[in-house]
């Protein structure tokens, strides 16, 4: 299939199929007129990508693990036992973002209690911190410090 029927096949556009060629991650053949060719198996591999890319890995790490993955028709499942190390290392990566997710939201959480509790500062306050705060200084007024 040429490129705008894989495009409409996978629902990533044009440009980001080129992209994931540049990347090393998709590898379609080529017509004699220069077109791309792709295949059912490049749609299973583009399944793959998207996975791995929510998943919070980057098309770096993709195009390490690609070449040892197979496609069961369902899943992407490990072919090669060398990839259990970095598949932990991505996993720590992934485990240390979500606690800091989950802690800025606890803050938020915090400031949102805080402010429904009180009714929330006079808007002219909150005003003036803000202005008083300098680019790079913490974005939390000092009206809600104690929380």
Known sequence: MRMGEFSRRTGVSQRLVRYY???????????PSGYR?????????????????GAGLNTATIAELMPCMVDDGQTLAPACSGMLPDLNRERERIDEAVAGLLAARDRLDAVIAATALTGGADPEACHAAGAAQRPGDAAVSPLVTHI
């Open 21 to 31: 060629e540049e990347q090393g991650l998709l590898k379609p053949s080529r017509r």
């Open 37 to 53: 060719e792709f295949t059912e198996e490049d749609v299973a591999t583009v399944r793959g990508i998207r996975m791995l890319l």
